[in-house]
């Protein structure tokens, strides 16, 4: 595989089991999905079980037309078990001990990194020793030229100080929400700094390109060293948010890799996300104006 042009999302393949059927999920999907809507060759990165769900994956993943290495491994396929409340409240359970919590580090995986233009990553996929050794190892044989994002992406209990103070030390781009940002502000003992103080002092200290910060309705912010960009939120009809976080992330870093300025690159992906909250599902069709 000629690996050099590759965007890839490396983490966690998954299914979320609603209750009105099974849809295909996952922010590396997602995010692979949006950037290479703006012409960047993308992967997938993760594992698959030895099932029927395997196979699934296989065909969503092509009807969405997606590259994908995914080695089969004996464990089964994941699945997020998402049941609504009487108010529509939906709660998750990921389930645990799946295929994309052993992720091995194989020569094809290990080709990707050593040619790879940008890698998003989050804290989820290293809730297990496997592959949190091989997320390391892939984000240790990237060029150094390689933009390597943390989209944080806290899920229920799934992270750690330890896992976090890891991946904002091998990261050069951080992504993070509001509710993301209280949290880690209270892991690091810095709960009376102000959110943009914040956002400047982990700038600083990880010696990060970039720090992006979306608030939902309240907008989204991108801080660089001395650079600051805010844009609003635009009011859309909302049909669901699924995946609207990952393709903000997904757009911003194909805008930056296809060469516009940091202010320009936060339009898009703020256009991008407020379409995506428009459809159903995290990754719908876009019509021409998008691109």
């Not at 393949?13 to 809507?37: C, I, Q, S, T």
């Not at 037309?65 to 997020?80: A, I, S």
């Not at 993301?180 to 009376?192: N, Q, S």
């Not at 650079?227 to 609003?232: E, G, P, T």
Request: hydrophobic content about 40%; aromatic content about 8%.
């Amino acid at each position: 595989m000629d690996a050099r042009r590759y965007v890839v999302g490396l983490g966690e393949a998954l299914w979320d089991v609603l209750p009105e059927g099974r849809k295909l999920g996952g922010a590396p999907a997602n995010f692979a999905y949006h950037a290479g809507k703006f012409g960047l060759d993308t992967l997938a990165v993760s594992a698959l079980g030895e099932d029927a769900l395997a196979e699934e994956t296989i065909q969503a993943l092509k009807e969405h037309g997606l590259n994908y290495l995914m080695p089969r491994v004996k464990y089964p396929t994941g699945t997020v078990q998402v049941t609504l409340s009487g108010d529509g409240i939906p709660a998750y359970e990921i389930k645990e001990d799946v295929a994309w919590d052993n992720i091995p580090y194989s020569a094809e995986i290990a080709e990707v990194a050593k040619n790879c233009r940008a890698v998003c990553f989050g804290s989820l996929a290293q809730r297990n020793v496997v592959s949190r050794a091989t997320i390391r190892q892939f984000l240790g044989d990237t060029p150094d030229d390689c933009l390597k994002i943390f989209d944080i992406n806290l899920r229920q209990h799934f992270y750690t100080k330890d896992v976090i103070e890891e991946s904002l030390g091998r990261c050069n781009i951080l992504k993070i929400n509001d509710e993301e940002l209280v949290v880690i502000k209270r892991m690091y003992g810095y709960d009376d700094l102000d959110m943009r103080d914040f956002c400047e002092k982990i700038l600083a200290e990880y010696k990060l390109q970039m720090l992006v910060l979306t608030c939902g309705t309240n907008g989204s912010y991108v801080f660089a060293p001395g650079l600051a960009s805010f844009q609003d939120t635009p009011k859309v009809a909302v049909a669901d948010t699924v995946g609207a976080g990952d393709s903000f992330t997904g757009s911003f870093c194909a805008a930056i890799l296809n060469g516009k300025p940091m202010e320009e690159a936060h339009r898009t992906a703020v256009r991008v996300s407020a379409y995506v909250c428009t459809q159903n599902g995290a990754m719908p069709e876009y019509p021409k104006e998008l691109l």
